[in-house]
């Protein structure tokens, strides 16, 4: 069965810069879109940054560009999520997916069950 697990949430400071790392087993990595996705407290989960299946082509929500670099690599089944110049509303729980739907305007799981999400690590920024 498909297993995805990130890792790198933190607590940081305004202007501070953070990595996430998502890793997927249980298909094969390299043939699917991988996604970062950020659900803060009373708001609705929102596509952070998603990446096609070779990493060539990219897709960044409004909130991630500019600041935000996803990349992948296949021969070791993960991607990340380089976050720079953080600020307090980019906290949130992130989560990684496998599997998504991704375009030049789009960034969505596929609907997926929950095997197909991680279980979410928390980015905090504050002073």
């Known amino acids: 069965h498909v297993q995805v697990v990130e890792s790198g949430g933190h607590s940081v400071r305004p202007g501070e810069s953070l990595r996430l790392s998502c890793t997927v087993s249980?298909?094969?990595?390299?043939?699917?879109?991988m996604g970062w996705f950020r659900q803060a407290p009373g708001k609705d989960r929102e596509g952070v940054a998603c990446i096609s299946m070779g990493g060539v082509a990219a897709y960044y929500g409004e909130s991630a560009e500019g600041r935000f670099t996803i990349s992948r690599d296949n021969v070791r089944n993960t991607f990340y999520l380089q976050m720079t110049s953080l600020k307090p509303e980019d906290t949130a729980m992130y989560y990684c997916?496998?599997?998504?739907?991704?375009?030049?305007?789009?960034?969505?799981?596929?609907?997926?069950?929950?095997?197909?999400w991680g279980q979410g690590t928390q980015v905090t920024v504050a002073d």
């Open positions: 997916a496998a599997d998504v739907t991704m375009g030049t305007s789009v960034c969505t799981g596929r609907g997926h069950g929950e095997d197909y």
């Open positions: 249980g298909l094969t990595f390299r043939f699917y879109n």
